[in-house]
């Protein structure tokens, strides 16, 4: 089917519903009808259930698509095809009314039809007056501003009582008026009071509104303890107070809390099991991999990437088959079945970040079986080995561009320590070609350059790769090796200056030169048995092809899996021990390191081991890198 053609970026504002519903035909095979509760109109911020019902006299599965927008030619994709019936919404920035779509398709005839209703969302304002109202979360609130003229914007300032200077921001909206402004006000601590007003910026003018109060409630669940082994002190960076984590372990779920240990926001999947947040996106919204149902039916881990606001809204959301069936579409052989050779986005895996054009760029998982003598393979010995892909989405969450591993990378070089996978082991991707599988790459990160780069992690190779991406027109091709025995001269005279089995590994503000990671020193380990993981940043000379160590440092842990890095607005650099030993288990460290090396403020979170966490002026401004 050909991808939505959309001449601008809407962000869906509200929620979206029943007044009248039309369907459309492509096949007379195929109908679907669509329905929502609760009925139009509505207050902006009310939470409305959709069901499509489709029927087709051919036989094949049906899967749904829902879109919406402010009109039936500006509608943005909020779910691709899935076989999953309903959906849930409850955007809120802007009142109005509002067209949703429900496509319906055949997968194996490829016959579609369309239904479409329209949806009234009112105002909350009381007059010409701002208001606060409660939300689902506890925590968080959403407030309600009379509307502002064209070429404006405004957004949202609030604090908690008694204290002095700490002051956050939501992110801006523009003004769009005749309809009212709305945000979902987030990073507020339980049972506590707060004050907030909007700020209207007219080119330099900026206007106030008048300041409202609002009590949080008091969540029913269960946050792990957070302590300070180093409590924050002058020399850290306070600046950036929200620790945002990303729990792993079974049974808990994202949580930011302030640097007094407080919870202030959290997120429970709908599906009940705990989803791989790979970051927050500027704005204040989050990408995250998640159990979830695909285009044919299927349920599984990481099957689903999905963006979400602060209160959980799914804004975008799309499965890793109807990723692999655009891909296959672009020329790639795929069959992710038992007897087959090579399956393409078989899930998603790792990461997934935001680029400044609005694409959306994922980390997949490529498998694909040998018999010619890669990797000790044979005739009477296949071996399959899990590669890498990396896909880049457009606005409306559309392949624009792909990249496959065994396309561009020597599949002979195996993984360094020898690393394999088995049909759910923990730390692998579902296996669809066989049981048992050489974990040749272990992809766990990509960034984005500014010179139009991505550079990718490979973990199990102790290498990081510079890609030609050129901004979604590139050929894929690799431009560097980073690491040992790679395409750089390293200038250090420790004894392992390299990084091994890294993580999140990003240059510093989408430059060229400064490169952070977290080194969790697997390969280091094998050799050193008491080394421990550092905080590790690089000068990378690309013209000179040498590397210039600038922080080593020593984090007092081994943390062999798991972890993340980030520059701080005070120049120092944020590093995750994710899953550190000797000190029993589980939990997980977040360490500031200074410019010199020196440690700072160290943050623990017991109970849990984390993939990521994140240092954050507010949850609406996305980490440096």
């Known amino acids: 089917m050909t991808p939505l053609s959309i001449k601008k970026r809407f962000v869906l504002p509200a929620v979206l519903f029943i007044i009248a519903a039309t369907s459309y035909q492509a096949a007379a095979a195929i109908t679907v009808d669509?329905?929502?509760?609760?009925?139009?109109p509505q207050p902006v911020g009310t939470t409305i259930s959709l069901t499509a019902t489709a029927t087709d006299s051919d036989p094949g599965t049906i899967s749904f698509r829902f879109s919406a927008g402010p009109s039936p030619n500006l509608l943005i994709m909020m779910r691709d095809y899935s076989t999953t019936n309903t959906f849930q919404v409850a955007p809120a920035k802007y009142d109005g009314t509002f067209q949703i779509q429900v496509t319906a398709r055949n997968n194996a005839t490829q016959a579609t039809a369309q239904a479409s209703i329209s949806f009234q969302l009112t105002s909350r304002l009381s007059g010409s007056s701002p208001v606060v109202s409660a939300t689902a979360n506890p925590l968080i609130a959403l407030f309600s501003a009379p509307s502002c003229s064209l070429g404006s914007f405004m957004q949202v300032r609030f604090w908690r009582k008694g204290t002095v200077g700490n002051v956050d921001s939501t992110g801006w909206l523009p003004c769009v008026p005749p309809a009212s402004m709305n945000f979902y006000v987030a990073g507020m601590r339980a049972d506590s009071v707060y004050y907030m007003r909007s700020e209207t910026v007219t080119g330099l003018k900026v206007v106030a509104g008048p300041t409202l109060a609002f009590q949080t409630g008091i969540p029913t669940v269960?946050?792990?303890p957070v302590t300070f082994p180093n409590p924050p002190g002058l020399q850290d960076s306070l600046a950036n107070h929200v620790l945002l984590e990303t729990p792993?372990?079974?049974?808990?779920?994202?949580?930011?809390?302030?640097l007094s240990g407080y919870p202030i926001w959290y997120y429970q999947d709908?599906?009940?099991?705990?989803?791989?947040v790979t970051g927050p996106v500027a704005g204040g919204?989050?990408?995250?991999?998640?159990?979830g149902t695909d285009l044919n039916?299927?349920?599984g881990p990481n099957a689903v990437l999905r963006e979400i606001d602060l209160t959980g809204n799914v804004i975008h959301e799309t499965n890793a088959a109807r990723v692999s069936e655009q891909v296959v579409a672009m020329g790639q052989t795929s069959s992710c079945q038992l007897g087959s050779t090579q399956c393409v986005v078989g899930s998603f895996t790792h990461d997934a970040i935001r680029l400044k054009n609005g694409h959306t760029v994922v980390l997949a998982v490529a498998e694909k079986v040998f018999t010619d003598g890669t990797q000790g393979s044979s005739a009477a010995n296949p071996v399959d080995i899990v590669g890498d892909m990396i896909i880049d989405l457009d606005t409306n969450w559309q392949v624009a561009w792909f990249w496959n591993s065994f396309d561009h990378l020597d599949v002979n070089r195996a993984a360094v320590l020898g690393e394999t996978c088995r049909q759910g082991q923990g730390g692998c991707p579902p296996l669809f070609l066989g049981s048992l599988a050489n974990d040749w790459l272990h992809g766990n990160s990509i960034d984005y350059v500014s010179d139009g780069s991505l550079v990718y992690s490979a973990r199990h190779q102790d290498w990081v790769f510079k890609i030609d991406y050129n901004n979604g027109t590139g050929t894929g091709d690799v431009v560097w090796k980073l690491g040992k025995d790679g395409d750089f001269t390293i200038n250090s005279s420790d004894p392992y200056p390299w990084f091994s089995h890294q993580h999140d590994v990003g240059f510093e503000l989408n430059g060229t030169s400064v490169l952070s990671m977290f080194d969790n020193g697997n390969t280091r380990h094998s050799l050193f048995p008491t080394a421990n993981s550092r905080g590790y940043v690089l000068n990378v000379d690309q013209t000179t092809m040498t590397a210039t160590p600038m922080i080593l440092t020593d984090l007092g842990v081994y943390s062999q899996a798991l972890g993340s890095a980030s520059l701080l607005l005070n120049g120092d650099y944020h590093f995750l021990a994710g899953i550190p030993v000797p000190i029993p288990?589980?939990?997980?460290?977040?360490?500031e390191v200074r410019p010199d090396g020196s440690i700072g403020m160290i943050a623990q979170v017991s109970n849990t081991i984390a993939y990521r966490s994140?240092?954050?002026?507010?949850?609406?401004?996305a980490p440096v890198n």
């Not at 919204?285 to 159990?291: R, S």
């Open 614 to 621: 994140f240092r954050m002026l507010d949850l609406y401004k």
């Open 222 to 224: 269960t946050f792990p």
């Open 285 to 291: 919204t989050i990408l995250l991999l998640a159990v």
């Open 297 to 299: 039916g299927m349920y």
């Open 34 to 40: 669509l329905a929502a509760l609760p009925a139009s």
């Open 248 to 258: 792993i372990t079974v049974g808990y779920f994202p949580v930011a809390f302030d």
């Open 270 to 276: 709908p599906s009940g099991t705990t989803p791989l």
């Open 585 to 591: 288990g589980p939990y997980n460290q977040s360490i």
